[in-house]
């Protein structure tokens, strides 16, 4: 899903901050994974998120993979250069949309995002239905909007995958509208009543 917005799932957003990243900010390396990031505005409200909770210095620590299919090969070029239109940031706090965007001069209506979040995120074309996660140990792995559009069969595959490519103790998000599988319900515990947030169930 190309089209989507910054803090477009306030629920996750809110249950990522309490759940995982209180446990995350405790390890030297943090390694994050949104899977089907589109256009960007998911994995850079996920580093607002991490940097108020973390400070500067425990940020560092944080490296968010973003990752899409995109069959446009546009995303890359539009991640990096970290500028969105007004429709896309108008629903950020405005106290954060004023710490961490700039108005771009040449370009009404339009924000650039800190340099400083910029430098977590970085982006990869990647198809989840080779089953080869982008890399292993991560401690959070966000996936949204894609497993709807997956059959059954290949939903159970990449929520194996996903679990294979957690850390001890990670966390997995998914879209509020998608219940895990019975197949691989066992292999995660939820620990947000009002979100999609689990945790991976080791053994």
Not at 14 to 41: F, S, T
Not at 76 to 86: K, L, N, T
Not at 99 to 114: A, C, L, M, S
Not at 166 to 188: C, I, M, N, S, Y
Request: proline share 6%; with cysteine; net charge positive.
């Amino acid at each position: 899903m190309a089209f989507t917005y910054f803090f477009r799932d306030m629920d996750a957003l809110r249950a990522i901050e309490r759940h995982a990243i209180p446990q995350l900010k405790g390890r030297r390396y943090i390694n994050v994974w949104d899977a089907g990031c589109a256009m960007g505005p998911e994995p850079y409200s996920l580093a607002i998120i991490f940097r108020e909770n973390m400070g500067p210095f425990l940020f560092r620590n944080l490296k968010i993979y973003a990752s899409d299919i995109d069959s446009s090969r546009r995303f890359g070029d539009i991640i990096a250069q970290g500028m969105y239109p007004y429709e896309s940031v108008k629903r950020i706090p405005a106290d954060l949309l004023a710490r961490y965007f700039t108005p771009v001069e040449d370009t009404p209506k339009h924000f650039r995002i800190d340099p400083e979040l910029m430098r977590v995120v970085c982006y990869q074309r990647h198809d989840l239905l080779s089953l080869k996660p982008i890399r292993s140990g991560f401690g959070l792995i966000v996936c949204k909007n894609v497993l709807l559009h997956l059959k059954p069969k290949e939903r159970i595959d990449v929520l194996q995958m996903f679990h294979d490519a957690l850390a001890a103790d990670g966390f997995l998000a998914v879209e509020q509208t998608q219940k895990l599988p019975r197949e691989v319900a066992a292999l995660f515990e939820r620990v947000a009543p009002d979100a999609q947030l689990f945790q991976k169930v080791q053994g």
